[in-house]
């Protein structure tokens, strides 16, 4: 091969694989919008993102969903929903640390929270709620009494890391998928409508 045409190929190839790296983003946007909306999420096992996208579908596509692992700039949007999976009654370290080292960008356009937990397979009630959102979710953020919701979720054990699927089959928990598209999508109406109304 000829020093030219090896140089060549090497450079298309970098090329290709930068493409490719923006390419598969875990960014969701199919729908422009003139009002910025965001969806940011932390999952372990996809359940967290699952529910996002199908909230940013009730909401007819126009929110983008963004995996806080891509540490997405968010200060160009004008309203965020912010939520992800609980285990051990919080969400992920990372969340966690994202909201702290945001919150002057993220406070004033926070519209809505959301958490998908297990919740031993029983419908999450009130005190499920005030426990994973209003004493948690909220919390972290600064912001209360917005809307919020706590979804069922699912277990995978193949997605999960070999420590805790090894606790979680000590419970003799079934791998199970209770995560609803119609309740996230209802839950991104939900959103939707509570900011217009405003205004």
Not at 55 to 62: N, R
Not at 129 to 151: E, M, Q, T
Request: aromatic share 10%; hydrophobic share 40%.
């Amino acid at each position: 091969m000829k020093k030219r045409t090896f140089i060549k190929s090497g450079i298309l190839a970098m090329g290709a694989m930068l493409i490719t790296k923006k390419g598969s983003s875990l960014e969701y946007y199919p729908r422009p919008s003139d009002k910025k909306w965001a969806v940011l999420y932390a999952s372990w096992c996809g359940s967290a993102r699952d529910a996002g996208v199908w909230i940013s579908e009730g909401m007819d596509g126009i929110a983008n969903v963004f995996d806080v692992r891509e540490n997405p700039d968010l200060s160009h949007y004008d309203n965020l929903i912010i939520g992800g999976a609980i285990r051990g009654g919080k969400v992920s370290q990372e969340l966690q640390n994202y909201i702290a080292g945001n919150w002057d960008i993220l406070r004033s356009k926070i519209r809505g929270y959301f958490a998908v937990c297990g919740n031993m397979m029983k419908p999450p009630t009130a005190e499920t709620v005030k426990l994973l959102i209003d004493d948690h979710i909220a919390v972290l953020c600064g912001i209360s009494n917005l809307p919020s919701r706590v979804f069922l979720g699912r277990i995978t054990y193949g997605l999960m890391e070999p420590d805790v699927r090894k606790q979680m089959e000590g419970y003799k928990m079934p791998e199970y998928d209770n995560l609803k598209r119609s309740e996230c999508m209802a839950f991104g109406k939900e959103i939707l409508a509570s900011v217009s109304n405003r205004g």
